[in-house]
């Protein structure tokens, strides 16, 4: 297993509800794959350095993971397909 740090960027005009819902969503897929999730930073609603899908704000969460490769390509998929999520990035971490 390895150290991962995940960011991503929460779209502004979602709900608190919803987005505590997408949240738990998205680190259930990295524990359900088998990731131990070692630390999570809520940075809050954060202006973007630039527009992102006519965006100029944006919820930013910071994830520090110990995980398999497998879990991270899961949560990356999932990441790219949801309409909530306006940008992620993934890095790993030297040993």
Do not use: C, Q
């Amino acid at each position: 297993m390895r150290k991962y740090e995940i960011m991503y960027i929460i779209r502004p005009n979602i709900d608190d509800e919803a987005k505590k819902a997408l949240v738990e969503r998205f680190n259930g897929v990295l524990t359900d794959n088998g990731a131990e999730i070692t630390n999570v930073k809520e940075w809050g609603k954060r202006r973007l350095a630039y527009e992102i899908n006519d965006f100029r704000d944006g919820y930013y969460m910071l994830l520090n993971v110990m995980s398999n490769a497998e879990a991270v390509s899961e949560f990356d998929r999932l990441a790219k397909i949801s309409e909530d999520i306006i940008r992620h990035i993934v890095i790993r971490e030297e040993e």
